[in-house]
């Protein structure tokens, strides 16, 4: 079942009839209560007829969080959680902070479903770039929000696994591989190991030391914590395929994590997005290792 | 023969009143597994976070098994039970000895199961836990009690029965 009939799922008849109906080009789905459900695409987007009723909505989100919201309590907190085939559901409503942070989300006044796509074939060129020579190698695919990145990583990966490496990844959003249950809904190769819902830093650890990976793979990089994590799996003989939020190289080593890094030679090759959806616009040797 | 025919008799009514007093006993054991199976159902829910269907399905206790598989079909938990709790309180079902409150108990606590945080899901199923023990204790003494008066008035109709023979 793909990513839009599961979402359909969730949806009242009319609204998932529309949702299918244009699922091949819908990339976003935005739901408000008392409002006129969104339908996005990459060229713009539609509002239907009907408003969506507030218990309709509400019935939406108890559905997609499958009558269990002490169990996201935590993604909740972060802004959203990821559905079975990957698609990932950004929230908002009414916050409660303390001391600065914030402690929960109740009364939920908007659902922002991103479709997740699995497009075989698109990480063919990164995946070639990583194993050229016979041993892996490390790169960093950096694009703004929004251009494809997990795509592009997930497809890499599924092809460096088919290549021969054992991939270990490090699941956060569980967008990559989108476990139920512990098996992969998505297609992420047959040599690779998963690790889902778990801080990135955790899983790189706990995964280079007990499952002795080829490559590790993870989404969005950006704490010092996943810095150090991300280094100590190189200088464990790890290769690492990771993304992070940037436009340029040079945005990305702004960043201080990004930067360090980058600096320390965690990577030997960095892989731009732009033009369009996971679509490959440059693969930059780096040099250096960790 | 006649003797025999008052002996058989003075026996069936015995285990006539004994199988009473047995019936009054299996509501205070089915509330006893009630409370087991909430104290897996915390675990599984809020040390493992599983979703509510499968923590429902771990809990080892048939009718939480049965809401489980119902909410995993797409059922809320307060509707999932009270079509389970329909079934299962039949004449001869699992639960046909729970009384009124107790149902009242077990529904009170699938209102408010799943959809709030892991801190009110905590002083939710504590509330529910003490609620269902003071039923089940009300339950075991008055099973004891019963089960006590209608195993001797089977005795004694039995024997009612034998001096009446003779």
């Known amino acids: 079942m793909d990513a839009v009939e599961r979402l359909a799922g969730y949806l009242p008849d009319g609204l998932a009839e529309r949702v299918r109906a244009r699922g091949g080009v819908l990339t976003e789905l935005r739901l408000r209560p008392a409002s006129r459900p969104q339908l996005c695409f990459s060229g713009g987007d539609e509002l239907l007829k009907e408003p969506l009723r507030p218990e309709e909505f509400q019935e939406i989100a108890a559905r997609m969080l499958e009558h269990s919201l002490y169990a996201w309590e935590d993604e909740l907190r972060q802004g959203f959680f990821t559905l079975p085939g990957g698609s990932r559901v950004g929230v908002s409503g009414r916050c409660a902070v303390e001391a600065g942070r914030l402690t929960a989300i109740t009364y939920l006044s908007a659902l922002c479903v991103r479709v997740a796509r699995e497009v075989r074939g698109a990480g063919t060129a990164l995946a070639r770039e990583l194993t050229k020579g016979g041993a892996a190698r490390s790169a960093l695919i950096v694009s703004r929000p929004g251009m494809g990145k997990t795509t592009l990583l997930r497809d890499a990966a599924r092809l460096i696994s088919d290549a021969g490496y054992t991939v270990a990844l490090a699941d956060e959003r569980g967008e990559l591989a989108a476990c139920r249950a512990g098996i992969p809904t998505l297609d992420v190769g047959p040599r690779t190991d998963v690790m889902d819902m778990c801080p990135k830093h955790i899983a790189i650890s706990h995964m280079v030391r007990s499952l002795k990976p080829d490559v590790v793979v993870t989404d969005e990089l950006g704490g010092k914590r996943d810095a150090d994590a991300v280094l100590d799996a190189r200088r464990s003989g790890a290769a690492v395929l990771a993304s992070a939020h940037a436009s340029s190289v040079r945005e990305a080593e702004r960043r201080p994590a990004l930067r360090e890094m980058i600096r320390c030679g965690a990577f030997d090759l960095v892989a731009l997005i732009d033009g369009g959806l996971g679509r490959l616009a440059e693969i930059r040797e780096l040099g250096g290792s960790a | ?166």
């Not at chain 2, 409370?35 to 040390?47: F, K, N, T, V, Y």
Request: aromatic share 4%; charged share 20%.
């Open chain 2, 1 to 166: 023969m006649r003797i025999a025919l008052v002996v058989l008799a003075a026996i069936g009514s015995a285990l006539i009143g004994r199988s009473i007093a047995q019936g009054c006993l299996r509501r205070a054991a089915a509330l006893r597994q009630a409370m087991d199976a909430m104290q897996l159902l915390r675990i599984q829910m809020l040390e493992r976070l599983l979703p509510l269907h499968a923590a429902l399905e771990k809990s080892g206790f048939e009718p939480f098994k049965l809401a489980g598989s119902l909410l995993a079909g797409g059922e809320g938990a307060a509707s999932a039970w009270k079509k389970a709790a329909a079934q299962l309180t039949k004449r001869g079902a699992m639960l046909d000895c729970l009384t009124a409150d107790d149902l009242n108990a077990l529904a009170q606590l699938f209102d408010g199961l799943g959809m709030t945080s892991r801190a009110e899901q905590e002083v939710l199923f504590s509330s529910a836990l003490r609620e269902v023990g003071r039923l089940e204790s009300e339950a075991a003494k008055s099973g004891a009690e019963k089960g006590k008066l209608y195993t001797t008035l089977g005795l004694l109709c039995g024997l009612m029965l034998a001096i009446a023979f003779v």
